[in-house]
């Protein structure tokens, strides 16, 4: 599975970017495709996770009532809405997919066997 990873930019605090993460050909109808995130000098960190089929979700507490993961309009996309941006959320953000995540590890970023390219995302007055 080929991922694209797009929307990231530079915006403003308190500011809106959302984040699409596209699979080349193939739907991702039955994967968890989930976001993660470097920033520069961290290690990389979990940020929201979908399950296609039951579209439950997860997110990190950082990130909790202000991102949002959905899918998109197309099977191959989902979609990560970041509202009320914060400084703290400048990273390069990851999208990842996978058929075999136990609900119970989505937040560990070696579960995933696809990646996209990463998507840079700066906030920032």
């Known amino acids: 599975v080929q991922l694209q990873a797009s929307g990231g930019g530079l915006v403003q605090p308190g500011g809106s970017l959302r984040l699409s993460c596209v699979a080349s050909g193939r739907t991702l109808s039955g994967y968890t495709v989930t976001w993660f995130r470097q920033a520069p000098g961290k290690e990389r960190e979990f940020v929201a996770s979908?399950?296609?089929?039951?579209?439950?979700?997860d997110f990190a507490n950082s990130v909790k009532g202000r991102f949002t993961i959905t899918r998109g309009n197309a099977d191959n996309t989902v979609l990560l809405q970041m509202n009320r941006l914060e400084p703290e959320d400048t990273a390069i953000y990851y999208c990842?997919?996978?058929?075999?995540?136990?609900?119970?590890?989505?937040?560990?970023?070696?579960?995933?066997?696809?990646w996209g390219q990463g998507t840079e995302v700066t906030v920032s007055s």
């Open positions: 990842a997919a996978d058929r075999h995540i136990i609900t119970s590890s989505r937040a560990n970023a070696d579960q995933y066997d696809y």
């Open positions: 979908l399950k296609w089929s039951s579209r439950s979700t």
